[in-house]
């Protein structure tokens, strides 16, 4: 009877956890864009200025992200990809949809 209680406990439980996966969506991929730009028009619009604006972003990304856009589970990471010029990694969700893009960082662009 245990035996069969875990079972089922376990089931319960991948299938709460399974039925709450965000799908992802990566920016860099092409036609991604369009693809939103021609399902989702305001979201795209929200895209794009987050876009726009996080590579001359000062201070903290996550926390404008979070109150200009209602965003979630925002990353951008520390790391700098050794690239010229410099890039970094976006991630956040926007509803149920989680997005990633390469940032390049303006700012150090060489000139």
Known sequence: MRVL??????????IATSSHALETIDLDVPG?????????PDRFARI?????E???RPGSVATWMRTEFQAQNVKYTDLIMTTNPPKK????TLGD???VKVITLERY???
């Open 32 to 40: 991604n864009l369009a693809a939103i730009e021609r399902d989702h």
């Open 109 to 111: 662009s060489a000139p």
């Open 5 to 14: 209680h875990v079972a089922i406990s376990t089931a319960v439980l991948l």
């Open 54 to 56: 996080v590579p001359r």
């Open 97 to 99: 949809t989680a997005y």
């Open 48 to 52: 794009q200025r987050i876009l726009a």
């Open 89 to 92: 990694r976006l991630e956040f």
